[in-house]
């Protein structure tokens, strides 16, 4: 069996997934017959695991795209305020030479 994070359709709609206006819908089919009863109990079952499973794998990766976005933030920041020091040093040295 392939673990769910690793399965070809969770890889198929991971970036679909993530977008800001994405909707995830289920089709379970089932059958009223009352000798599969039990099957159709499985496949309910089954089907809210994996849905579970699914909107655990959303939150995961939102949450570290958020991470991601805080980083780069971060490090634009980091750029911006090494670039500004960079400048005033320079700026003093070229006030010191004159």
């Given at each position: 069996?392939?673990?769910?994070?690793?399965?070809?359709?969770?890889?198929?709609?991971?970036q679909?997934?993530?977008?800001?206006?994405?909707?995830?819908?289920?089709i379970?089919?089932i059958?009223?017959?009352?000798?599969?009863?039990?099957?159709?109990?499985?496949?309910?079952?089954?089907?809210?695991?994996?849905?579970?499973?699914?909107?655990?794998?959303?939150e995961?990766?939102?949450?570290?795209?958020?991470?991601?976005?805080?980083?780069?933030?971060?490090l634009?920041?980091?750029?911006?305020?090494?670039?500004?020091?960079?400048?005033?040093?320079?700026?003093?040295?070229?006030?010191?030479?004159?």
């Amino acid at each position: 069996m392939v673990p769910f994070r690793d399965s070809k359709l969770t890889q198929l709609f991971r970036q679909p997934l993530l977008s800001k206006n994405s909707s995830v819908a289920m089709i379970v089919n089932i059958n009223p017959d009352p000798h599969i009863f039990d099957e159709t109990i499985t496949v309910l079952k089954f089907s809210a695991v994996a849905m579970e499973q699914l909107m655990n794998l959303v939150e995961h990766y939102k949450a570290r795209a958020r991470e991601e976005r805080q980083r780069n933030h971060t490090l634009e920041q980091d750029l911006r305020n090494e670039m500004a020091d960079q400048a005033s040093a320079m700026v003093a040295q070229v006030q010191q030479e004159w």
